[in-house]
């Protein structure tokens, strides 16, 4: 940089000049790391201390050049970050992202887009408005009718589904509603209930039958149970795509529940239900259309930087009815009906303009390369499961669904216990992890600790699968070496 910028910079601004070099070194360093993930490390760690020593200080009172606070980011924040991009990153659900929206995000950022209110950014607005019709139609709701508001992530878009349902279905009075789910739903479900004053005995966990979806009978049994003793049933949570299994529950069974009932039915699609882009996705999610809210999550599987998830109303109107308030503040701003504005439709009124990047980045590839990309990852799992299949060394634990799949280091040639069993299989994991050659972590299937990979990401190939399981093979031949029997 020309010159270092003044310590004292009471307007928060640099030159032309400077920013141009300084944005010009941003660049150079995204560009590098898109470029370069494959060659890196998939994992990081250190210690709460190692990061102490590095970043710990009391806040600065003068400041320092651009140029030495980006160096020391680079140095001291960057490294120290798992890469949940990379090819070899199969826990949890990755976030395999792409440039034009990483770009796009900074471009939102910079221009400081507030979605809130439409007399605020009409283009900012329209831009969101287009893109939820986009995901209506993807998922077979009704565009005229249908609506939807983007979110910080899945989380947020299940705590605003359930928020409408708990409104239209319930009201004001609630003390007596219970809602439902299946073993196998994500946390952040039950962190929404809660959040919204639901006790724990107003939440019931239906279980699950021998591929890990939701048990119909046991639904209905319950249901009845609690109409017998007074309750009030009003909403049955489904899932496309458990994190656990990929697992997905009968939606056409249990929105006919619900027609019966007189209950809503949300799913949460956080996960899996983006997959309905593609011909398998489509084919398993038969049936999601007959909800009536729906939760996708853009920066899991639609490969979108973090901060956008989605909730999606067959009902727009439920949305409003359910988040709409009127401030005298707010009262010139308004507009036409058909001017909307988001701050009526979810938890924020001031809102960034989450859904640039998703529409730039489906205007930039297309469609078909993002249904491409997430039937890759779909066959991906499947080749695996396949090659897994082969050894008699390694035991399925749940097969293939939506790129999810779970196993078990088993040899068949030395007896093991469960416990040591678990202990095997928990060691492959810790080992891999510390090798930081790809990022595998356990879950617990049956009662058996297991392993669990996502394969979603469109730049992963299964050379690259096969040679983490192959490395896995090799901890639990060293780990057994000198094993008994």
């Known amino acids: 940089m020309a010159k270092e910028s003044s310590y004292f910079n009471p307007e928060l601004s640099l030159s032309r000049e400077e920013m141009l070099e300084y944005g010009y070194k941003v660049v150079d360093m995204i560009v590098d790391h898109f470029d370069t993930l494959k060659d890196l490390k998939p994992v990081s760690r250190a210690t709460r201390k190692e990061m102490d020593e590095r970043l710990a200080e009391s806040i600065p009172q003068k400041g320092d050049s651009p140029d030495n606070v980006l160096r020391f980011v680079e140095e001291n924040v960057l490294p120290f970050t798992d890469h949940t991009t990379h090819p070899d990153f199969y826990a949890f659900v990755p976030s395999p992202n792409n440039f034009i929206s990483s770009m796009t995000d900074v471009i939102a950022t910079a221009f400081n887009i507030f979605t809130g209110g439409w007399i605020a950014s009409p283009g900012g607005a329209e831009v969101e408005i287009v893109t939820v019709n986009w995901l209506l139609e993807l998922v077979g709701f009704p565009v005229k009718e249908g609506g939807g508001v983007f979110t910080?992530?899945?989380?947020?878009?299940?705590?605003?589904?359930?928020?409408?349902?708990?409104?239209?279905?319930?009201?004001?009075?609630?003390?007596?509603?219970?809602?439902?789910?299946?073993?196998?739903?994500?946390?952040?479900?039950?962190?929404?209930?809660?959040?919204?004053?639901?006790?724990?005995?107003?939440?019931?966990?239906?279980?699950?039958?021998?591929?890990?979806?939701?048990?119909?009978?046991?639904?209905?049994?319950?249901?009845?149970?609690?109409?017998?003793?007074?309750?009030?049933?009003?909403?049955?949570?489904?899932?496309?795509?458990?994190?656990?299994?990929?697992?997905?529950?009968?939606?056409?069974?249990?929105?006919?529940?619900?027609?019966?009932?007189?209950?809503?039915?949300?799913?949460?699609g956080a996960y899996g239900?983006?997959?309905?882009?593609?011909?398998?996705?489509?084919?398993?999610?038969?049936?999601?259309?007959?909800?009536?809210?729906?939760?996708?999550?853009?920066?899991?599987?639609?490969?979108?930087?973090?901060?956008?998830?989605?909730?999606?109303?067959?009902?727009?109107?439920?949305?409003?009815?359910?988040?709409?308030?009127?401030?005298?503040?707010?009262?010139?701003?308004?507009?036409?009906?058909?001017?909307?504005?988001?701050?009526?439709?979810?938890?924020?009124?001031?809102?960034?303009?989450?859904?640039?990047?998703?529409?730039?980045?489906?205007?930039?590839?297309?469609?078909?390369?993002?249904?491409?990309?997430?039937?890759?990852?779909?066959?991906?799992?499947?080749?695996?499961?396949?090659?897994?299949?082969?050894?008699?060394?390694?035991?399925?634990?749940?097969?293939?669904?939506?790129?999810?799949?779970?196993?078990?280091?088993?040899?068949?040639?030395?007896?093991?216990?469960?416990?040591?069993?678990?202990?095997?299989?928990?060691?492959?994991?810790?080992?891999?992890?510390?090798s930081q050659e790809a990022m595998i972590v356990t879950t617990v299937i049956n009662g058996f600790v297991s392993l669990r990979m996502c394969t979603i990401n469109p730049r992963t190939t299964f050379i690259d699968v096969k040679r983490v399981i192959d490395l896995m093979a090799s901890y639990a031949v060293n780990y057994l070496k000198d094993y008994p029997g």
């Open 152 to 268: 910080s992530g899945g989380s947020m878009a299940n705590l605003t589904g359930l928020t409408t349902a708990r409104k239209i279905k319930c009201d004001e009075d609630f003390e007596e509603a219970i809602l439902y789910m299946s073993t196998q739903t994500h946390s952040s479900n039950v962190r929404a209930a809660k959040i919204l004053g639901f006790k724990e005995d107003q939440i019931k966990f239906i279980p699950v039958d021998d591929k890990f979806r939701m048990d119909v009978n046991a639904l209905k049994n319950q249901i009845k149970k609690d109409k017998k003793n007074g309750k009030n049933p009003f909403c049955i949570l489904a899932t496309a795509g458990t994190t656990n299994t990929g697992a997905i529950d009968p939606f056409v069974e249990l929105h006919e529940v619900c027609e019966e009932e007189h209950m809503w039915l949300h799913i949460d």
């Open 273 to 434: 239900g983006a997959a309905i882009i593609c011909e398998k996705g489509k084919e398993v999610l038969k049936g999601m259309e007959l909800a009536d809210s729906i939760t996708i999550d853009p920066h899991k599987w639609m490969f979108q930087p973090y901060e956008i998830g989605c909730i999606l109303v067959k009902d727009h109107r439920h949305l409003y009815g359910t988040f709409s308030e009127n401030p005298e503040y707010l009262r010139d701003i308004k507009g036409n009906a058909d001017e909307i504005n988001f701050y009526d439709h979810g938890v924020q009124l001031t809102r960034r303009c989450r859904g640039l990047k998703l529409y730039m980045s489906l205007k930039t590839f297309g469609l078909d390369s993002f249904s491409a990309a997430v039937g890759h990852g779909i066959e991906l799992s499947e080749q695996l499961e396949n090659y897994l299949s082969q050894n008699p060394d390694w035991e399925i634990l749940s097969k293939a669904s939506l790129a999810i799949i779970t196993f078990r280091y088993h040899p068949h040639k030395i007896r093991m216990n469960r416990v040591e069993l678990d202990n095997l299989n928990q060691y492959i994991s810790n080992s891999l992890i510390r």
